[in-house]
């Protein structure tokens, strides 16, 4: 089975919109945690924002946060009145910290939703 | 300068021939990683390795050979390319406590 899911292959908003980019995962290890990041058209891994498993409030940083439903195992990144510099392919991941503890820090990525912000 | 350095940054080769990835490192992390990306697939795993003398199968390895030549420095081989690994590849590394993994700057390599 598939341990991150993005089922939004692309999708396109409005400038100054605020659009919701899906992920839900699946893991049965109680300490995670969850990494969005953002590769422009130039190729890049750029890191967004991170949610821990244990982490009692969902993640903010700057224009982006994070809708953390930990019984639903999704982890949807908002990213807030979009700018044109926001179009992207943009990856969920998950780290799982304690079955595999000997896997050292390995992500899991999922497949990528592609934002295109339209002027 | 980049933190984590990939070289080449683009390379075309031919199936049979050996091609080799390199990739430093400035941020002074144990861990290093070689993902590859293909489109709809996200990053998928190759090697992973926990300092020098620790190397690790990642999910798809079959093809693949590393090389951790320095605490700074981990290498990708392909033996024999063949089109089939046409592919952006990815190296990183990640600080032990937080789990963020720190990406070079991407090869992208064409296998014809």
């Known amino acids: 089975a598939q341990k991150i899911t993005q089922t939004q292959p692309g999708m396109f908003v409005q400038e100054k919109e605020a659009v919701t980019l899906d992920c839900t995962y699946d893991t049965s290890d109680p300490s995670y945690g969850l990494f969005w990041y953002k590769q422009p058209s130039s190729g890049e891994m750029i890191f967004l924002i991170y949610q821990g498993s244990y982490d009692q409030q969902n993640a903010t940083e700057g224009r982006y946060s994070l809708n953390f439903q930990k019984a639903r195992k999704s982890a949807n990144l908002v990213i807030s009145a979009s700018q044109l510099g926001d179009s992207a392919m943009y990856f969920c991941a998950m780290r799982e910290y304690q079955l595999i503890k000997a896997a050292g820090n390995k992500l899991t990525f999922g497949g990528g939703t592609r934002v295109l912000v339209k002027p | 300068d980049a933190d984590v350095t990939q070289t080449p940054r683009n390379r075309i080769t031919k199936t049979g021939k050996r091609i080799m990835l390199e990739c430093s490192q400035t941020k002074g992390h144990d861990r290093m990683y070689w993902y590859r990306q293909d489109p709809g697939l996200g990053l998928r795993l190759i090697y992973y390795s926990f300092d020098v003398k620790d190397i690790n199968k990642g999910e798809i390895s079959d093809g693949y050979s590393v090389s951790r030549q320095a605490q700074a420095k981990f290498s990708l081989s392909l033996e024999s390319a063949i089109p089939n690994q046409t592919a952006l590849y990815f190296c990183?590394?990640?600080?032990?406590?937080?789990?963020?993994?720190?990406f070079g700057e991407g090869s992208r390599l064409t296998v014809l």
């Open positions: 990183a590394t990640s600080d032990q406590s937080t789990g963020e993994l720190f």
